[in-house]
T-cell receptor, first 115, second 112 residues
């Protein structure tokens, strides 16, 4: 089954404790992306990647890191989480067309609480 | 910065009625997509419309795109209680990169 998986689904942590949220897709998509969703703000893009070793900033990259060492995986790293990073996080992937992304497939989300 | 802006923010209708949601954006785009989300769960893709297309249909969904006005609309015909969800537009901004920008969404409530 074609899917995007994220782990963990729920995480409660404390300020400053490094954490990683994993994302994996089995559709051989070139494009992967991380979003955060906060009430009333819709989804905001954190980082995206167009292929292995190619990443770029979205609208809200501060406080986050990503890596794309393999095509299927795109982990999101919070080196020193703060309470304002409490949010619902989504990973997505899509194939790439000549000038745009195609349909994006979303993971189930990771609800992160930073105390 | 938010590019897509949905209107209205919330919409409540009776089952069987049509629901129309609008999306406006600021920069030129390659394509525009509509997604649906059921309360805090993952997003489900509905329709992708390319910048050279004006209208697209999928079942009870009809999407229009007016690039001169930088706006799109999503029409759900003969709505059902199961259509209750939040609906988002997302633009693949033609800015040289592959950024995706979502609007804040329209919350649709369909009363049985």
């Amino acid at each position: 089954e074609a899917q995007v998986t994220q782990n963990p689904r729920y995480l409660i942590t404390v300020t400053g404790k490094k954490l990683t949220v994993t994302c994996s897709q089995n559709m051989n998509h070139e494009y992967m992306s991380w979003y955060r969703q906060d009430p009333g703000l819709g989804l905001r893009q954190i980082y995206y990647s167009m292929n292995v070793e190619v990443t770029d900033k979205g609208d809200v990259p501060e406080g986050y890191k990503v890596s794309r060492k393999e095509k299927r995986n795109f982990p999101l790293i919070l080196e020193s989480p703060s309470p304002n990073q409490t949010s619902l996080y989504f990973c997505a992937s899509s194939s790439l067309l000549a000038d745009s992304t195609d349909t994006q497939y979303f993971g189930p989300g990771t609800r992160l609480t930073v105390l | 910065s938010q590019q897509g802006e949905e209107d209205p923010q919330a919409l409540s209708i009776q089952e069987g009625e049509n629901a129309t949601m609008n999306c406006s954006y600021k920069t030129s785009i390659n394509n525009l997509q509509w997604y649906r989300q059921n309360s805090g769960r993952g997003l489900v893709h509905l329709i992708l419309i390319r910048s050279n297309e004006r209208e697209k249909h999928s079942g009870r969904l009809r999407v229009t795109l007016d690039t001169s006005k930088k706006s799109s609309s999503l029409l759900i015909t003969a709505s059902r209680a199961a259509d209750t969800a939040s609906y988002f537009c997302a633009t693949d901004a033609n800015t040289g990169g592959f950024k995706t920008i979502f609007g804040a969404g329209t919350r649709l409530f369909v009363k049985a």
